[in-house]
């Protein structure tokens, strides 16, 4: 037994003999606290400094019954000024931030506490807002694709100076022009550093992946160019309908598609309509749909989904349950 184990005990055998002279009761262990306590959780142990992408999960902190879904639904059906704001974007994106966060091997855990990763992002982009393409210049590629998505979430307004090879975000105010995607797809590089005659060169590595447009308006012309190595698309509040067909052709390793929030898929036949001339069986490796605040598959379009796939397409429908599975 080291010298501090045996001063540790030392201090604890003190401790309850004055206790035993005073005819003091030992206070009870910290846990059970909530057990004992008639207020709500967060009110006990402080304010919840947990990530907004997870502050949609089904945690039940109160007693008494869950709110009925029609008000967790128009909690986000009222306006355009609804879609403006952090909390907006950080719902929508969560399925698809959580879906990257899979692919990195350093991607930050969103605990109750906040790391320091995303304590010093935070810092910087409010501190120095000014100074931020400068700043991004010594980031290493982990960091700035870290930054990226919490620009995204915080600050769309600091995407164009900052946005990496392999994920582009158009949130506004920045738009969709004609020429947004053509750098993606003839691989046109921006903001790299030029290679050594003794690198090695690998075909995937500055290719885009990932293309976010949420809140904004698009024409079909530019999703023509999207890049076919694309396996991550979000189309999330956009004005269509669009031309799914034409589109969904030009990208075949597709793995997540979100198609959320948008008006012209909210009844079944219009769903039916964007949907009609989708020839699923080419994605086969598709495997989660968004489909959030739209309307429900039918029987029928979740079989053409599912065909020439080992395992049914999780189909997302709500943002306060679990995703769904219908085979």
């Known amino acids: 037994m080291s010298v501090s184990d045996k001063l540790n005990e030392l201090r604890g055998q003190h401790w309850r003999h004055q206790n035993n002279l005073s005819r003091i009761r030992p206070l009870a262990p910290s846990s059970s606290l909530f057990a004992r306590s008639s207020l709500p959780r967060d009110l006990v142990s402080g304010p919840d400094f947990s990530s907004p992408h997870l502050s949609t999960s089904k945690q039940k902190l109160c007693p008494g019954p869950s709110p009925p879904k029609s008000w967790l639904v128009s909690q986000f059906a ?28 350093y991607s930050e855990r969103h605990d109750r506490v906040p790391s320091l990763v995303r304590l010093s992002l935070q810092t910087i982009l409010t501190r120095f807002p000014s100074d931020i393409e400068e700043i991004v210049s010594f980031f290493p590629p982990h960091l700035r694709l870290l930054f990226t998505r919490h620009c995204a979430v915080h600050d769309p307004s600091q995407l164009p100076l900052i946005e990496t090879l392999t994920e582009r975000f158009v949130l506004p105010p920045r738009t969709v022009g004609p020429n947004t995607f053509k750098s993606a797809h003839t691989g046109t590089e921006i903001l790299t550093e030029p290679k050594t005659w003794d690198s090695e060169d ?26 076919p190595t694309l396996t991550h698309l979000a189309l999330l ?69 599912n065909e020439s796939k080992w395992n049914p397409v999780v189909v997302i429908y709500e943002d306060t349950e679990q995703p769904e599975s219908k085979s």
């Not at 293309?211 to 904004?216: R, S």
């Not at 793995?255 to 989708?278: C, H, K, M, P």
């Open 78 to 105: 009222g306006g355009p000024q609804d879609y403006q704001s952090p909390t907006w974007r950080a719902l929508a994106l969560s399925p698809l931030l959580s879906q990257l966060s899979k692919l990195d091997s």
């Open 202 to 227: 690998d075909p995937l590595e500055d290719s885009v992946y990932c293309i976010v447009v949420a809140n904004t308006r698009i024409s079909p012309s530019p999703t023509l160019f999207f890049p």
């Open 237 to 305: 509040h956009v004005n269509g309908p669009l031309p799914l067909h034409r589109l969904l052709v030009k990208v075949p390793l597709l793995v997540f598609l979100d198609l959320s929030y948008n008006d012209w898929l909210v009844t079944v036949d219009l769903v039916g309509q964007a949907f009609e001339r989708i020839v699923w069986s080419r994605l086969k490796e598709l495997h989660t749909l968004g489909m959030r605040l739209c309307a429900s598959l039918s029987e029928d379009m979740m079989t053409k989904l």
